[in-house]
């Protein structure tokens, strides 16, 4: 079982940044494959970046490439998600996801084991 939490969600004007992080709880994210995905109302679950439990691949949705940047620190059971140059567009809520060992597949939510509750992000323009 792991649980997760996400959190430095908040509000920030366009152009500005914000730095996500999602921790874990009861075991530790070495063997886990991470993934960010974002919604807002009235619109479909989407992708944004994953990481592979071995740290080696990188996944980003197209939407996000050149300012977003996942990472992650096995150490503090944390997966960071840095986001620079934010545009409004890019308001939402913001979930963590884990999955055991690895998937051809992390852009897709279906092959996500656990998932966060959540945290808000909010670009004014």
């Known amino acids: 079982q792991v649980q997760l939490v996400e959190s430095g969600g908040g509000l920030v004007q366009a152009g500005g940044s914000l730095r996500l992080s999602c921790a874990a709880s009861?075991?530790?994210?070495?063997?886990?494959?991470v993934g960010w995905f974002r919604q807002a109302p009235g619109k479909e679950r989407e992708f944004v970046a994953a990481?592979?439990?071995?740290?080696?691949?990188?996944y980003y949705a197209e939407s996000v490439k050149g300012r977003f940047t996942i990472s992650r620190d096995n150490a503090k059971n944390t997966v960071y998600l840095q986001m620079n140059s934010l545009k409004p567009e890019d308001t939402a809520v913001y979930y963590c996801?884990?999955?055991?060992?690895?998937?051809?597949?992390?852009?897709?939510?279906?092959?996500?084991?656990?998932w966060g509750q959540g945290t808000q992000v909010t670009v004014s323009s």
């Open positions: 009861g075991r530790t994210f070495g063997s886990y494959a």
């Open positions: 996801a884990a999955r055991k060992y690895g998937s051809s597949r992390l852009l897709e939510r279906e092959v996500y084991d656990y």
């Open positions: 990481i592979s439990y071995s740290g080696i691949s990188v």
